[in-house]
């Protein structure tokens, strides 16, 4: 019969109905039970052959069961196989009542089961039409027992009756046998109204825990959140990451020794918090690293309380500072550097407008006094040391003051070549090799020309300068298009994009010498102004030229080992195609 989607007695909408394995195991059961009933009432003394009726029966009934259950492990739909079932039951009870004596057989009661259970599997419907099925087969073995042509039964599991008590029996089935159908679909009905309440709140409470988890799982604060047992119970994502310590190793875990050493002012925190309720305010801590560096922590507990307001466990947050403590101290260090800045112009205005007096005269004295030998060396050192003087005095002024950027749209590639170009020109090249690498890539940046080619000579004469092999020695200029910008680093240089714009692309400029290298403790040191590593250097190009990238949005990066060489990486900001064509309509 046709039913609705939703009138199948289902428990879950992923799986098969596994009530419908149920009603497959326990009609065998209740089958062989009926037909144990029947031997034994029987007197137990059958012959074989008249056994054979309830061993087919059994034998049939288990075979069909088999085939309901791979039916049903198959994935069919089960409200037509639950169906199929009833009905092939009323059948199997026919023939159960047609060999014990037909409407006079005491085993007409089980054509009750099926309406009831049809009702409640299916519908009203379902319950509805087996019962009457069920109506139509004991009336006919009323009927076919009033024309005598009922066999005799050898059971003994009749009831004899009079007509009169036979028709009043009949009477009293039929209706209660749609009686039972209808009970049994009302039943069903309320059965699966309760489940799918049940699954809507089974559903709820699912989401209501994912929501929760995933929120907890995606926050970019660590969060640890420990029961009054002293167990951690939550370890989200950032908190890994930034502890180093996997989720899968703290869970569940006891927090006093879940940390390790690492995290023992971290572990202390929490112990503050669930034994002596010490909450509130944030807090900064260290924790180490799994290489020993120290990783500073902003972090704050508060105690998890229930509804009567005892405490029932402590929930910290944290997050890592490194990122905060830096720019901390690339502003103060900004801060210290445009004061001396500001100082240090001063006194070379001061320092050059004596200086020029100073060169001026001694030039005079050379062109009018035919001075020699040691007093003519003398004269030579003062302009010789005069004009070094004006050269720090200009790059210190370059340094304190900032030239406004001229940015325009250039081939990076002709960029670099006319650059190097230019380099070998100068004494430091001489008897070094320099070679340029083009790539053939279209790489085109958006720069101050002038200011960005002061940045490239500075690197590439330090390179130069650093070959001390001038036959083996070299440095090669390239551009790295394969190199992915790092998100952090020790030597990273690049100060964060001014308002909520993003980051522009960038892309790398590598200098490579395979000069005498940088001892790691100077690497973190050789930005900073007045400090060089070369003999006589002023210890301002590089500072120099590292605020010049920075003001472009780029970066300088520096890797290096004493005694392997140097290689220098630069990263300007890159124009895509779009934006290239763009301003050239513009």
Not at 140 to 167: C, E, H, I, K, N
Not at 180 to 201: F, M, N, P, Q, S
Not at 462 to 477: K, M, Q, R, S, T
Not at 500 to 514: F, G, H, N, R
């Amino acid at each position: 019969m046709p039913l609705s989607q939703g009138d199948s007695l289902r428990l879950r909408d992923s799986d098969p109905d596994p009530a419908v394995q149920a009603l497959i195991l326990g009609r065998v059961a209740l089958l062989a039970l009926v037909i144990a009933m029947a031997v034994a009432f029987s007197g137990g003394g059958l012959g074989l052959a008249r056994q054979f009726p309830f061993g087919f029966l059994l034998f049939t009934v288990g075979g069909l069961a088999l085939a309901y259950h791979r039916v049903w492990r198959s994935g069919a739909d089960s409200r037509n196989l639950v169906a199929t079932q009833f009905i092939v039951d009323v059948a199997t009870t026919s023939y159960l009542v047609f060999f014990t004596g037909g409407a006079e057989s005491q085993f007409v009661p089980l054509y009750l089961l099926s309406p009831l259970l049809g009702g409640i599997f299916l519908s009203v419907r379902g319950g509805v039409f087996l019962a009457g099925l069920s109506t139509l087969a004991y009336a006919g073995f009323y009927v076919a027992g009033r024309q005598g042509l009922m066999p005799t039964t050898p059971y003994g599991l009749t009831q004899s009756l009079g007509d009169a008590a036979q028709l009043l029996r009949m009477l009293l089935y039929v209706p209660l046998l749609f009686t039972v159908g209808v009970i049994g679909g009302t039943l069903g009905r309320r059965l699966r109204e309760g489940r799918r309440a049940l699954e809507k709140a089974r559903d709820e409470l699912n989401r209501a825990l994912f929501d929760t988890e995933t929120i907890l799982e995606n926050m970019s604060s660590g969060l640890v959140t420990v029961d009054a047992d002293g167990i951690v119970r939550h370890w989200n994502r950032a908190a890994s990451e930034i502890s180093a310590c996997a989720a899968g190793a703290v869970r569940g875990q006891p927090y006093v020794g879940a940390f390790g050493p690492r995290l023992a002012e971290f572990t202390e925190r929490l112990r503050e918090a669930l034994e002596q309720g010490v909450e509130g305010s944030r807090v900064e801590i260290m924790i180490a690293k799994p290489d020993g560096s120290k990783l500073p922590l902003g972090m704050s507990t508060s105690l998890l309380r229930d509804p009567d307001g005892r405490p029932r466990g402590v929930i910290g947050l944290f997050q890592d500072l490194s990122d905060v403590r830096a720019l901390e101290e690339r502003i103060r260090r900004r801060e210290t550097l445009a004061a001396i800045g500001e100082l240090s112009a001063g006194i070379a205005h001061e320092i050059r407008n004596c200086l020029n007096p100073i060169s001026g005269s001694v030039e005079v004295l050379q062109r009018e006094l035919k001075v020699a030998g040691e007093n003519a060396r003398l004269l030579d050192l003062i302009v010789r040391e005069s004009e070094r003087l004006d050269m720090f005095i200009r790059e210190l002024l370059d340094y304190a003051r900032e030239r406004p950027l001229k940015c325009e749209t250039l081939d990076l590639e002709s960029l670099l070549r006319d650059t190097v170009d230019v380099a070998r020109r100068h004494p430091s090249a001489e008897g070094r090799t320099l070679r340029f690498s083009g790539q053939g890539d279209d790489v085109w940046v958006h720069v101050d020309s002038e200011q960005m080619r002061q940045v490239l000579m500075n690197l590439i004469l330090n390179a130069l300068e650093a070959v001390e092999d001038e036959e083996a020695g070299w440095v090669e200029v390239r551009i790295a298009t394969g190199r992915e910008r790092p998100e952090a680093q020790a030597s990273w240089r690049a100060e964060p994009a001014t308002g909520s714009k993003p980051k522009p692309a960038l892309v790398c400029v590598e200098i490579q010498d395979t000069g005498i290298g940088i001892a790691a403790p100077e690497i973190d040191l050789i930005f900073e102004p007045f400090y060089s590593t070369k003999r006589g250097g002023t210890g301002l190009g590089l500072a120099i030229a590292n605020r010049i990238v920075e003001r472009h949005g780029g970066a300088l990066e520096v890797e290096s080992r004493l005694g392997a060489g140097t290689t220098m990486r630069l990263w300007v900001p890159r124009v895509t195609s779009t934006a290239r064509a763009v301003a050239h309509a513009a």
